[in-house]
């Protein structure tokens, strides 16, 4: 049935990690329920609201740097295409980012 899917260890990362937010959130908003709040972004947010934004900007950095591994790799004469681990970590980054200060 998942013959299609290529299960490799980043993927496998980024939807554990994706998994794990959600129970995380989820104790979280039992725990402790959340208020709106106003960051930098344009709009009062909850947490919920937040990672949602967080989990659509860290999809959009991945798609760009697959995206674009083969022109930095052509522009930089590497020889091997950049890791996207390197995009992994830019998208927790900007995670961590928006959930904290968003």
């Not at 709106?36 to 989990?55: H, N, V």
């Not at 950095?61 to 950049?82: D, M, V």
């Amino acid at each position: 049935m998942f013959d299609w899917m290529v299960w490799t260890t980043p993927v496998a990362v980024f939807f554990s990690s994706i998994g794990l937010m959600l129970v995380g959130m989820t104790l979280w908003e039992l725990k402790s329920p959340t208020v709106l709040r106003k960051g930098f972004l344009p709009i009062a947010t909850t947490r919920g609201d937040r990672l949602f934004i967080g989990l659509l900007i860290a999809a959009y950095i991945n798609l760009g740097f697959i995206g674009l591994t083969g022109r930095l790799a052509e522009g930089f004469q590497l020889e091997h295409e950049p890791s996207v681990w390197i995009s992994f970590m830019i998208s927790i980054v900007a995670l961590g980012f928006i959930m904290k200060r968003g």
